[in-house]
């Protein structure tokens, strides 16, 4: 595994920001990591990559002890934090010979990297001249200039424009078909669109993690529907696939069903053969969004 946590445990004063928490992620594995404001993201992303030392617990990058040998473990890591700190009177070139002299490697490696990350067209420029979208990828060019098996990515798409967003996320799904990435994100089709798996973290506690095919097959689905004439519960049961039934009040009901077949076209022929109007008609579906809300409400 690339990363591998275990127990990990870090107290502010009398707050636990993170609580006991484990998970593990490998090579070509995109992992979003979810949660509101304050749930641990930031302290688990800094355990991480050696800012911050947990009170208890093991990390490992690579193999390597990020607690006892966190130097050598930050050598495996890029890191693309969410305010993105640049020197905006360095020329792009530049900033980048200044992070691979850091990292003690070869300035070769940065014309390779400005292509990867799609800044050819204005590496010849100040750092400060670029747009947001720009500016992203000159913290991502940072982050991989020394080929690191894990990339961290704290919001990363934050502030970019529909056509800058759907650059970016393309980038990070080709990034991670070689590194271990864990993206840190509040936008939900984000997620669905770059990632193999998700972790929903609240009050420092994880709450579920699953990767997302698993939750797409969720075969249940569940319709709000409401008539213009009160029926009974037994009737409703002709019904085929149908699971549960419960009246919300008067002509209104909640159906669940358990299939992948759109029930709601059932539902109208149902009405139509019985003499029934439809006078209502939600899909209350859980998708990415409905369950985050579920979980950290």
Same mark, same amino acid.
């Given at each position: 595994?690339?990363?591998?946590?275990?127990?990990?445990?870090?107290?502010?004063?009398?707050?636990?920001?993170?609580?006991?928490?484990?998970?593990?992620?490998?090579?070509?594995?995109?992992?979003?990591?979810?949660?509101?404001?304050?749930?641990?993201?930031?302290?688990?992303?800094?355990?991480?990559?050696?800012?911050?030392?947990?009170?208890?617990?093991?990390?490992?990058?690579?193999?390597?002890?990020?607690?006892?040998?966190?130097?050598?473990?930050?050598?495996?890591?890029?890191?693309?934090?969410?305010?993105?700190?640049?020197?905006?009177?360095?020329?792009?070139?530049?900033?980048?010979?200044?992070?691979?002299?850091?990292?003690?490697?070869?300035?070769?490696?940065?014309?390779?990297?400005?292509?990867?990350?799609?800044? +050819? @067209?204005?590496?010849?420029? &100040? =750092? !400060?001249?670029?747009? /947001?979208?720009?500016? #992203?990828?000159?913290?991502?060019? %940072?982050?991989?200039?020394?080929?690191?098996?894990?990339?961290?990515?704290?919001?990363?798409?934050?502030?970019?424009?529909?056509?800058?967003?759907?650059?970016?996320?393309?980038?990070?799904?080709?990034?991670?078909?070689?590194?271990?990435?864990?993206?840190?994100?509040?936008?939900?089709?984000?997620?669905?669109?770059?990632?193999?798996?998700?972790?929903?973290?609240?009050?420092?506690?994880?709450?579920?993690?699953?990767?997302?095919?698993?939750?797409?097959? +969720? @075969?249940?689905?569940?319709? &709000? =529907? !409401?008539?213009?004439? /009160?029926?009974?519960? #037994?009737?409703?049961?002709?019904? %085929?696939?149908?699971?549960?039934?419960?009246?919300?009040?008067?002509?209104?009901?909640?159906?669940?069903?358990?299939?992948?077949?759109?029930?709601?076209?059932?539902?109208?022929?149902?009405?139509?053969?019985?003499?029934?109007?439809?006078?209502?008609?939600?899909?209350?579906?859980?998708?990415?969004?409905?369950?985050?809300?579920?979980?950290?409400?």
């Amino acid at each position: 595994m690339s990363i591998q946590l275990s127990s990990i445990t870090k107290t502010y004063g009398t707050q636990k920001a993170v609580n006991n928490i484990s998970f593990a992620a490998k090579k070509g594995e995109i992992v979003g990591f979810l949660g509101p404001n304050g749930a641990g993201k930031s302290t688990t992303m800094k355990v991480l990559t050696g800012f911050l030392q947990p009170d208890e617990g093991t990390v490992l990058v690579d193999d390597i002890d990020v607690i006892k040998n966190s130097i050598e473990a930050q050598k495996k890591v890029g890191y693309l934090p969410e305010h993105n700190p640049l020197y905006l009177d360095m020329y792009v070139k530049e900033y980048l010979q200044f992070h691979a002299d850091i990292h003690n490697i070869s300035k070769d490696t940065i014309p390779d990297c400005i292509t990867k990350v799609g800044l +050819d @067209k204005e590496s010849h420029k &100040k =750092v !400060g001249q670029l747009s /947001k979208g720009y500016r #992203q990828r000159v913290g991502l060019a %940072a982050a991989i200039l020394h080929n690191p098996s894990v990339l961290i990515l704290d919001e990363p798409t934050t502030g970019l424009d529909p056509n800058q967003l759907i650059e970016i996320r393309a980038l990070i799904k080709e990034l991670g078909k070689d590194k271990t990435v864990l993206l840190s994100t509040h936008i939900m089709q984000e997620v669905e669109a770059v990632c193999d798996r998700v972790i929903i973290i609240n009050n420092g506690e994880i709450v579920i993690d699953k990767k997302l095919v698993d939750l797409k097959e +969720d @075969k249940k689905q569940t319709i &709000k =529907v !409401g008539f213009d004439y /009160k029926i009974e519960e #037994q009737f409703l049961q002709r019904l %085929a696939n149908i699971t549960t039934i419960k009246n919300n009040y008067d002509n209104s009901w909640t159906l669940t069903f358990e299939t992948e077949e759109d029930m709601r076209p059932k539902l109208f022929d149902f009405a139509q053969e019985y003499g029934l109007k439809i006078l209502e008609l939600n899909s209350e579906n859980k998708n990415l969004e409905t369950l985050f809300r579920e979980l950290t409400k």
